[in-house]
């Protein structure tokens, strides 16, 4: 079992930045791909980011290409997700996953049903 907390939510204006993180525990971290994903109320749940148990190549939705960076730290087993030039469109509920590397494949990153871990997730506001 995996178990994930993320922090770092809040309300910022736009055009600021927040840095997400997300503590992982209970499995070895480097077998796992880690993702995130956002959620806003009365919308299904949309991929962010994703990155390799490597940390090489990471994957990007177009819509935070050039203002979200994602990356890894193996030594505090966390992933964290930097969010710069924030949008009122960027307010959702943030949620960091997991899936063993092994089952993860890249063209299916943006689809929820292929992690299996997931964060209760933090908020993000971002005011105009």
């Known amino acids: 079992q995996v178990q994930l907390v993320e922090s770092g939510g809040g309300l910022v204006q736009a055009g600021g930045s927040l840095r997400l993180s997300c503590a992982v525990s209970?499995?070895?971290?480097?077998?796992?791909?880690m993702g995130w994903f956002r959620q806003a109320p009365g919308k299904e749940r949309e991929f962010v980011a994703a990155?390799?148990?490597?940390?090489?190549?990471?994957y990007y939705a177009d819509s935070v290409k050039g203002r979200f960076t994602i990356s890894r730290d193996s030594a505090k087993n966390t992933v964290s997700l930097q969010m710069d030039s924030l949008k009122p469109e960027d307010t959702a509920v943030h949620y960091c996953?997991?899936?063993?590397?092994?089952?993860?494949?890249?063209?299916?990153?943006?689809?929820?049903?292929?992690?299996?871990?997931w964060g209760q997730g933090t908020q993000v506001t971002v005011s105009s």
């Open positions: 990155i390799s148990w490597s940390g090489d190549n990471p």
């Open positions: 209970g499995r070895t971290f480097s077998r796992y791909t």
């Open positions: 996953a997991a899936v063993l590397s092994s089952r993860s494949s890249r063209p299916h990153f943006a689809t929820p049903a292929m992690w299996d871990y």
